[in-house]
């Protein structure tokens, strides 16, 4: 069980780490495109030129961009939370294990000494 439960364990460990990378990553892309939208000129009211056209599409395109990025940072936090929420259980179950080894360990050691105890009293009785 203490074998399953470090193999599990180390699973999510290895979950956790990779879902840190993903969110990281996502991270940097999202601050590299909120630096790369740049404001529309100021001086092109009621102009619709190529320039501003073009402006008004990558602005479009690059705010789209970030709003993926943004579901995508949201659902690996999501996705984090639970691996950490199962690492709690995890980390729960194993000193649920540990206690039990420890009480079964007492106890026989208990049974040993009380079955010592019983094989001498009657070793000393057949004397």
Wanted: glycine share 4%.
């Amino acid at each position: 069980d203490i074998r399953e439960f470090e193999a599990n364990r180390a699973e999510q460990q290895r979950r956790l780490d990779e879902q840190r990378a993903r969110l990281d990553d996502v991270v940097r892309r999202t601050e590299m495109l909120e630096s790369t939208i740049k404001p529309l000129p100021t001086g092109a009211e009621g102009q619709e030129g190529p320039d501003l056209v073009e402006m008004r599409e990558r602005l479009n395109a690059a705010e789209t961009a970030l709003s993926i990025s943004k579901e995508h940072a949201d659902a690996a936090s999501k996705t984090r939370d639970e691996a950490v929420a199962d690492m709690n259980k995890l980390h729960e179950q194993l000193a649920n294990t540990k206690a039990a080894l420890e009480s079964a360990r007492a106890d026989a050691d208990k049974a040993s000494i009380a079955r010592a105890k019983r094989e001498a009293g009657e070793e000393v009785l057949r004397l």
